[in-house]
């Protein structure tokens, strides 16, 4: 039942009958989507486990319920064989569904692409972020680089709608974590030799506001950023700008967007109060 149940329901919108059942909606990559289908498929085919589950026992309870002048039980069922073997394969099949949809999505979610469509560099540092934009995914490629985030400025990271956008991490000092809330993942970012990487294709332009998601000492919470999705236009009029000399805001202000974050403002952190 709830191998029908997660193969017929993953893709339906029945999660947004039910607000998702828990999982944050909103999801602005196509990677976001799947995970979110994942989400809900599994739910709903918890719920029908559970619904029969439950069934089974209300109809025990009632139809085998001891009535007044019974004296005898009801017929057993231990040592059944075929009944010990079915209430172990149909878990197992359970678990074998649920297993195979997960690793195909998680999969999905983590593979990377011989030639994605832009690279960004993505520096963490005490307590900001740095976005230098690649001319290739190798580590020894080009980099463009933008302004760096600091106590009065929050950088904003530019890429383009609709196209494979792969993020290249490390820190300068401690473990950090990159994080926009309606990617509806992140992924740590390791100081020294360890470079992680993913990739994401953004659906919907727009402004969101991106966050450490890894306690990294004394200002973490304001270690705030911007992802900033524009058209593949202007996108390359950004880069262009940027290989020029402009800064970030002023290749913004080229492209014809806000040249500053729009869905967060610089935190005072008082470093310089006594």
């Known amino acids: 039942m709830s191998v029908v149940a997660l193969t017929l329901l993953a893709g339906c919108n029945v999660g947004e009958a039910f607000g998702g059942f828990g999982w944050p909606e909103g999801g602005i990559t196509e990677q976001s989507e799947r995970m979110y289908d994942l989400w809900v498929g599994s739910v709903v085919a918890a719920l029908a486990v559970g619904v029969f589950v439950w069934g089974l ?8 319920r001891r009535k007044r002048g019974d ?39 983590n593979k990377l692409t011989r030639n994605p469509d832009a ?26 680089k933008s302004t760096p985030g600091d106590s009065n400025y929050i950088p904003v990271v530019v890429v ?13 000092d401690v473990i950090h974590s990159f994080w926009v809330p309606e ?29 450490c998601a890894e306690l990294c000492g004394t200002y973490h919470s304001m270690m705030n950023f911007e992802l900033r999705a524009v058209t593949p236009e202007k996108y390359a009029q950004f880069v262009a700008a940027l290989k020029a000399g402009k800064s970030t ?7 014809g967007e806000t040249p500053y974050a729009t869905t967060t403002t610089p935190f005072p952190t008082l470093r310089d109060a006594n």
Do not use: M
Request: aromatic residues 16%.
């Open 57 to 64: 026992i209300f109809w025990c309870v009632a139809a085998y």
């Open 71 to 109: 004296a005898e039980l009801p017929t057993q069922t231990r040592f059944n064989l075929p009944i010990e073997i079915l209430y172990t394969v149909l878990p197992f099949l359970v678990i074998a569904v649920l297993f195979y949809y997960t690793a195909v999505v998680q999969t999905d979610v």
């Open 119 to 144: 690279t960004v560099e993505v520096v963490g540092f005490k307590w900001n972020w740095q976005f230098n934009y690649l001319t290739s995914p190798e580590l020894d490629a080009e980099r463009v």
């Open 160 to 172: 383009p709608v609709g196209k494979t956008v792969r993020f290249v991490e490390h820190s300068n």
């Open 183 to 211: 990617l509806l993942f992140k992924r740590d970012v390791f100081p020294g030799n360890v470079i992680n990487q993913f990739e994401v294709k953004v659906i919907q332009p727009g402004s969101y506001v991106g966050r």
């Open 249 to 255: 805001p002023e290749a913004l202000t080229a492209i």
